[in-house]
């Protein structure tokens, strides 16, 4: 019994000599660390509670949305903004709000709309689909040069042949016969054989002269 308190008594030493070597890092390590997981758990919680509070703002958005009243969408969407505008929902609510003004004729307002969701949407969807439409507007105010420039640059895939077929209809806009052939039979080879908007793009071409069947078999071959 003896030798075994010896023992123990050696091993308590030790603990006792560690702890006063490192126990003041290791308090310190523990404190950070406790630390950093409740402020992720805040963290996590703010953000439901932010996701929550906008889906619930935007339901009012929709709501203003499907009674046709432009001048309370419009509050609705920049209470929207300014409170969540870093959210999805907020980018949703943008796009909603500039349709349904460009519906009611109010393109300075559907312009702004999508100006912002076109510049400040972190979802390269969003951001994408926002300067698509935007490029529509800007096609009706005969902004050609301003609605190319929304066109520029990459797309993703599902909007490519969209974006095509738009920078088609600006170039035709604008007496550019050549290049707008050049744009819709991009869009014509890109969408789906078969599909309503492929036909429409044949249309156009069509009326340019152009033969997009001869293009895309061509294409295909290669």
Do not use: C
């Not at 009706?140 to 066109?151: E, F, I, N």
Request: no cysteine; glycine share 6%; proline share 1%.
């Amino acid at each position: 019994m003896a030798h075994l308190d010896l023992e123990e008594q050696e091993q308590l030493d030790q603990l006792k000599h560690f702890w006063r070597q490192y126990g003041s890092t290791i308090t310190w390590v523990l404190i950070v660390v406790l630390t950093a997981f409740a402020g992720w758990n805040l963290y996590q919680y703010w953000q439901r509670s932010q996701a929550a509070q906008a889906a619930a703002m935007y339901d009012e958005v929709e709501r203003m949305a499907r009674a046709g009243d432009p001048a309370k969408l419009d509050r609705a969407w920049a209470d929207m903004k300014d409170k969540f505008g870093s959210t999805t929902y907020a980018q949703q609510a943008g796009l909603l709000t500039a349709k349904v003004n460009a519906d009611a004729g109010r393109m300075d307002v559907a312009k702004a709309a999508l100006q912002w969701v076109a510049e400040q949407s972190s979802d390269k969807g969003y951001q994408a689909l926002a300067r698509l439409r935007l490029a529509g507007v800007l096609l009706d105010a005969k902004a050609y040069d301003d609605g190319l420039k929304q066109l520029a640059g990459e797309f993703p895939p599902e909007l490519a042949a969209l974006a095509a077929d738009r920078r088609g209809d600006i170039y035709q806009a604008q007496g550019k016969k050549a290049e707008a052939v050049l744009e819709y039979r991009k869009a014509y080879q890109a969408l789906d054989a078969g599909s309503d908007y492929r036909r429409l793009v044949d249309v156009k071409l069509a009326a340019l002269g152009a033969s997009a069947q001869a293009d895309a078999a061509t294409g295909d071959k290669k």
